[in-house]
């Protein structure tokens, strides 16, 4: 068992930055592909990034590429997303999760149903 817990969300106006943090306990989260999505109030969970277990591949959503990036410290057991130049279509709850699927492993997956593992989320309110 993997438990994930986020922190670092908060307000923030718009074009600023956040680093949220995911920090995990339980099993070593080394072979874990680990992801980050988002939910916003009426919308269904939606895909932010990913990176692999090794950190060398990473994936977003086209919505966040080049203002958002991706990392983990596996020595640490956390993994982290940077969000700069922030927009109020940003404005969610982020979810940390990680799975160890096999099928995700070399490519980190995009749906939310690939993974085994999830935090119960933090709010990122971005004002206009």
């Known amino acids: 068992q993997v438990q994930l817990v986020e922190s670092g969300g908060r307000l923030v106006q718009a074009g600023g930055s956040l680093r949220l943090s995911c920090a995990t306990s339980?099993?070593?989260?080394?072979?874990?592909?680990m992801g980050w999505f988002r939910q916003a109030p009426g919308k269904e969970r939606e895909f932010v990034a990913a990176?692999?277990?090794?950190?060398?591949?990473?994936r977003y959503a086209d919505s966040v590429r080049g203002r958002f990036t991706i990392s983990r410290d596996n020595a640490k057991n956390t993994g982290n997303l940077q969000m700069n130049s922030l927009k109020p279509e940003d404005t969610a709850v982020y979810y940390c999760?990680?799975?160890?699927?096999?099928?995700?492993?070399?490519?980190?997956?995009?749906?939310?149903?690939?993974?085994?593992?999830w935090g119960q989320g933090t709010q990122v309110t971005v004002s206009s």
């Open positions: 999760a990680a799975t160890v699927s096999a099928s995700c492993s070399v490519l980190p997956c995009l749906g939310a149903g690939a993974y085994d593992y």
């Open positions: 990176i692999s277990w090794g950190g060398g591949t990473t």
């Open positions: 339980g099993r070593a989260i080394s072979r874990h592909t």
